[in-house]
T-cell receptor, first 114, second 113 residues
Framework: ETGVTQTPRHLVMGMTNKKSLKCEQH?????MYWYKQSAKKPLELMFV???????ENNSVPSRFSPECPNSSHLFLHLHTLQPEDSALYLC?????????????FGPGTRLTVT | AQSVTQPDIHITVSEGASLELRCNYS??????LFWYVQSPGQGLQLLLK??????LVQGIKGFEAEFKRSQSSFNLRKPSVHWSDAAEYVC???????????FGTGTRLQVFP
């Protein structure tokens, strides 16, 4: 596999479920990101990890919990979500942290909360 | 704080016609500027970027963009659109080396044969 992969591609979950989104990058990058993309809204940065350390938490509700066990993997653990959390969740990676580094995106996980 | 505006939500062009997608930003200094393309069910792919130097930037798939400081704009252009160019185009701005990217709301391009 090359680039940035995300699993699952689609997820439907109830408000009381617990699930996790997985992201893996095969590019040797040191920074990884979670974004939320809702219809007619710009991408919202959720979390940034640089060298496996969380460097940004963009006022995201605690029902979203990120985990970065190593520089190649990033998880987003979900629990007790709300219907408004339904969106496309995109993972990205870059050589370093910051806007001067090109970000490579995965295909996203389409999440539906029922 | 910096911001990005893409005034056109949806644009329709005929195949073979020229294309210009608008992007305006708000930032005091010279920002880092990016154009991404997003096909249905896919993530974002970088088309081109501007950091400094020549204000006309060439990208992939035959796209180019021009940075105009006086107009705070970074418009994306293509001389002849192909049906495969139908997608969502997203402009983004970064304020500095360690700052995060701010994304626009995107412009959906539809191409008619």
């Amino acid at each position: 596999e090359t680039g940035v992969t995300q699993t699952p591609r689609h997820l439907v979950m109830g408000m009381t479920n617990k699930k996790s989104l997985k992201c893996e990058q095969h590019l040797g990058h040191n920074a990884m990101y979670w974004y939320k993309q809702s219809a007619k809204k710009p991408l919202e940065l959720m979390f940034v990890y640089s060298l496996e350390e969380r460097v940004e938490n963009n006022s995201v509700p605690s029902r979203f919990s990120p985990e970065c066990p190593n520089s190649s993997h990033l998880f987003l653990h979900l629990h007790t979500l709300q219907p408004e959390d339904s969106a496309l969740y995109l993972c990205a990676s870059s050589h370093g942290q910051g806007s001067s580094y090109e970000q490579y995106f995965g295909p996203g996980t389409r999440l539906t909360v029922t | 704080a910096q911001s990005v505006t893409q005034p056109d939500i949806h644009i329709t062009v005929s195949e073979g016609a020229s294309l210009e997608l608008r992007c305006n930003y708000s930032y005091g200094a010279t920002p880092y500027l990016f154009w991404y393309v997003q096909s249905p069910g896919q993530g974002l792919q970088l088309l081109l970027k501007y950091f400094s130097g020549d204000t006309l930037v060439q990208g992939i798939k035959g796209f180019e963009a021009e940075f105009k400081r006086s107009q705070s704009s970074f418009n994306l252009r293509k001389p002849s659109v192909h049906w495969s160019d139908a997608a969502e185009y997203v402009c983004a701005v970064g304020a500095g080396r360690t700052d995060k990217l701010i994304f626009g709301t995107g412009t959906r391009l539809q191409v008619f044969p």
